[in-house]
């Protein structure tokens, strides 16, 4: 019987037995890759780009200087090393700056000089120069201590001449108040009594305390009038004043005054003849 004619037979290719190996290509997905590769290489290429532009832009950094040695050039970016498309962008961007810090030149330490050894005769001098500095440091120490003490009392002086000036204004008017006080009221002095009524006389010590003018007071004891006088009625000044103390309602700080005056000049008063 005939063989029948097999399918796609030609006579440069027949069917053959032997089974053969079969490769399938995905070009869609090459094209993709390739895309891919494409667009990654261009990025990396920009970054470097605008790194290197950075770094131009950069002022330079002075030469490092080390004595007995040449100086030395500023470090520069000497190379780049390709990244795999595996690795991101901020890896590579550590690696070249750890190859800028590599390359980068190291400070030479100068070594130290040794101290001077000094023979005992200059040790000596620099233990009189020290003498003679500490000594004039004390003395002037002690000289402006005296300049400040030397001011204070300055002004001490100063400030009790103030005080005393204004105490002895202070005593002239007191004494001018209390001669216009005597004229007003018709007292021809301090030791005087004057006839107030028939049977009733008083000093002009009296007059004021029941006035309650502590100046005036003041003025009357300066010309000499007695705290401790008793008038026609057997009272004193200062009792006169703690009456009008007692029965004020609206001087009662003038009269408390008054009556602290008189009270100290009849202290002082007996305290003197005592001694």
Not at 80 to 95: F, I, N, T, V
Not at 135 to 157: H, I, M, N, T, Y
Not at 200 to 228: C, I, Q
């Amino acid at each position: 019987m005939p063989r029948p004619p097999a399918m796609f037979s030609c006579s440069s290719c027949r069917l053959s037995s032997e089974p053969q190996d079969v490769i399938k290509v995905d070009v869609n997905r090459m094209a993709e890759r390739q895309a891919a590769a494409e667009r990654l290489i261009a990025a990396q290429q920009q970054f470097l780009e605008d790194l290197q532009l950075d770094m131009d832009n950069r002022p330079p950094e002075a030469p490092a200087k080390v004595e007995g040695l040449p100086a030395i050039a500023p470090a520069k970016v000497i190379g780049w090393r390709e990244s795999s498309p595996d690795r991101g962008r901020q890896e590579a961007l550590r690696d070249d700056r750890l190859m800028v810090a590599a390359a980068a030149p190291v400070a030479v330490e100068k070594p130290r000089a040794a101290a001077p050894v000094l023979t005992e005769e200059e040790e000596a001098a620099l233990e009189r120069e020290a003498e003679q500095a500490r000594a004039r440091v004390a003395a002037e120490v002690e000289r402006r201590q005296r300049e400040e003490e030397a001011e204070l009392e300055r002004q001490r002086a100063k400030e009790e001449a103030r005080l005393a000036e204004q105490a002895r204004r202070a005593e002239e008017e007191r004494l001018k108040l209390a001669d216009e006080f005597l004229r007003a009221h018709g007292f021809k002095d301090v030791a005087t009594p004057k006839r107030q009524c028939l049977i009733r006389s008083g000093y002009a010590l009296h007059v004021a305390a029941r006035l309650g003018d502590p100046n005036v007071t003041m003025g009357l004891l300066a010309k000499g009038a007695d705290p401790a006088q008793k008038d026609s009625s057997g009272r004193t000044p200062a009792q006169v004043a703690l009456q009008k103390v007692n029965s004020s309602r609206d001087d009662r700080k003038s009269y408390a005054k008054v009556l602290q005056v008189l009270e100290q000049a009849t202290a002082s008063k007996y305290a003197g003849a005592g001694a």
